[in-house]
């Protein structure tokens, strides 16, 4: 296996690329300001991604799914990264929201989160989900028994008609059976979801804001504002606007009674630091084009 370090000019953020044979996984390493202080790791579960989502990097393709290996590989290698010792951070979090569907990749969410919990037991672990059509007791019964585990909807829109353009993958819930799961998440763990939504000039309505909490609660419910990133390598994002309009839309949520917190992700422009910006990825898929099939949304979206 090959790894590559990429340093971003912004110093609290550096990527890695672990590739393999017959596979590539981006992790991104984040510092608040510090290591001490706060560790955010953002790992792969899967190499490429069969959903197909239009503003992820891998939405094209998709190769496999990874081991509970090589996801805990992809944490160990970030930490020893930091030259600290994990139980010398203040606050550990790792995210299973780099690459891939994590509840498609059952068998690797299961024993990786069991291991990593062993491993790190102070630290949280974020699932975050676009809530494929799938059975979700195991991921309540996972959540119930490791208390460090949180669930993320990835909801991006306010409505089914525009979700279902920006993820195209058919066998997925839609925002009302979405809030339902949740809302059984949370009565069984007694911890609040959260749904992240990007930000973007045709979504950042105050009517925007009333449909999500119709659907969401705030009493049950947290909430992600992201900020958009761009997932093709050299078109830098315009970052003051769009997290002016993540800020403000942030601020309607509030008033609405939800608990909010703005995720603007260091290293857009210059490695890929944000969300979907999976630059390595897409080339080696490009290098690698018989390693590779389409994803299952993009197929689907086609015929």
Request: hydrophobic share 40%.
């Amino acid at each position: 296996m090959k790894v590559e370090r990429v340093d971003s000019k912004e110093s609290t953020v550096c990527k890695f690329v672990f590739t393999l044979p017959d596979a590539v996984f981006e992790t991104v390493l984040y510092r608040y300001p510090s290591y001490e202080e706060r560790t955010v790791i953002c790992c792969s579960t899967m190499s490429g991604c069969p959903v197909g989502c239009r503003f992820c990097g891998a939405g094209d393709h998709f190769v496999r799914a990874a081991t509970y290996n090589e996801i805990v590989m992809q944490v160990t290698h970030a930490l020893n990264a930091t030259e600290i010792r994990p139980s010398k951070i203040k606050k550990l979090q790792i995210m299973f929201m780099s690459m891939g569907e994590p509840l498609l990749n059952k068998r690797g969410i299961e024993k990786a989160c069991h291991l990593l919990h062993l491993m790190h037991p102070r630290a949280a672990l974020l699932i975050s989900t676009m809530g494929p059509r799938i059975d979700y007791g195991w991921i309540n019964s996972l959540s119930a028994r490791i208390p460090a585990i949180g669930l993320q909807f990835s909801i991006h829109e306010p409505s089914d008609a525009a979700r279902n353009r920006l993820i195209p993958f058919e066998a997925k819930l839609n925002l009302r059976e979405i809030a339902q799961v949740g809302t059984d998440w949370h009565h069984i763990t007694g911890r609040k979801p959260f749904f992240n939504y990007c930000a973007a000039e045709h979504n950042t309505a105050a009517t925007d804001a009333l449909l999500l909490a119709n659907l969401f609660a705030p009493s049950i419910w947290e909430a992600t504002v992201s900020v958009i990133c761009e997932r093709n390598e050299g078109i830098p994002s315009q970052n003051d606007q769009q997290k002016e309009l993540a800020t403000r839309f942030s601020e309607r949520l509030i008033n609405l009674g939800y608990n909010v917190r703005v995720f603007d992700p260091a290293g857009q422009d210059d490695i890929g630091g944000g969300c979907g910006q999976l630059w390595f990825v897409q080339k080696w898929m490009k290098e690698n084009p018989d390693k590779t099939r389409p994803s299952i949304g993009i197929a689907s979206k086609e015929t």
